[in-house]
């Protein structure tokens, strides 16, 4: 595991301290992000399944946030980045090269 990896899924605790609407999400995810990208890399587990499918869940729930104050354009450059850093996250991954990687999955975890 990759130290580095392990302390940027803590980064989803940050909307929390903040008091972000529905909090209790960013904890889940934390742990969920953690044990899949950390605790369990590289090995089979049910976390990473869980860690997908609350992370996509998320990613429509903030879309669907931004939609409501954003221009579909203004919610557009705001998931450009982080969704672009994610795509281009698991390329790497496919491909084998765990150092690109494990430096995007960070900025992934980062935006």
Do not use: E
Request: proline content about 8%; hydrophobic content about 50%.
């Amino acid at each position: 595991p990759c130290p580095v990896v392990g302390i940027s899924c803590l980064l989803f605790l940050v909307p929390t301290a903040g008091g972000a609407p529905h909090s209790w999400r960013w904890p889940v995810q934390a742990v969920f992000s953690f044990m899949s990208d950390h605790a369990y890399t590289g090995l089979p587990s049910t976390w990473h399944v869980a860690d997908r499918w609350f992370a996509t869940t998320n990613v429509i729930w903030q879309l669907w946030r931004a939609s409501i104050c954003l221009s579909p354009p203004a919610v557009f450059a705001v998931a450009a980045l982080p969704l672009g850093i994610k795509y281009a996250s698991s390329r790497c991954s496919a491909r084998a090269n765990y150092d690109a990687y494990r430096a995007l999955h960070v900025g992934w975890h980062a935006t």
